[in-house]
């Protein structure tokens, strides 16, 4: 796989996440995905996206950087949004917080089996 090929899968990747085309997910995402070394397969990861969509209704996934060394891929991720009720444990309540989340891929088959992501949750809290 080229450096373009899995931009682009990702790229598309984040597409069908921001449409929360969950049905597709499966196309991007391999059926034995592990997030932060925590085995979740397909149904988990699908279920912990749909729990962050519910915490925050108006999610929207912007690539800010982008960097490809198949079969890895890092990403830094921006959200501006207003999650409700406690998110990450801080009393956000739906208020407009910006932050970013840096993120690290491995691919295999073409698809994402590991995942290990950070969220600045430091930019929240300076902000609440």
């Not at 034995?32 to 729990?51: D, I, K, T």
């Not at 209704?57 to 990403?75: G, K, Q, V």
């Not at 910006?98 to 088959?109: A, G, P």
């Not at 698809?111 to 950070?118: T, Y």
């Amino acid at each position: 796989m080229t450096k373009a090929d899995l931009a682009d899968i990702y790229r598309n990747y984040i597409a069908c996440l921001n449409r929360q085309d969950w049905p597709t997910l499966g196309k991007f995402v391999h059926d034995n995905v592990a997030h932060n070394a925590r085995p979740l397969g397909l149904a988990g990861y699908r279920a912990m996206l749909e729990q962050d969509f519910r915490e925050i209704p108006d999610l929207h996934f912007n690539i800010e950087l982008l960097i490809c060394d198949p079969p890895h891929l890092a990403s830094r991720l921006t959200f501006d949004c207003r999650p409700v009720g406690k998110f990450l444990g801080l009393d956000v309540n739906g208020k407009r917080v910006s932050f970013c989340e840096n993120v690290f891929y491995e691919f295999r088959d073409g698809k994402i089996r590991q995942v290990w992501s950070v969220l600045d949750k430091a930019a929240i809290e300076a902000q609440l």
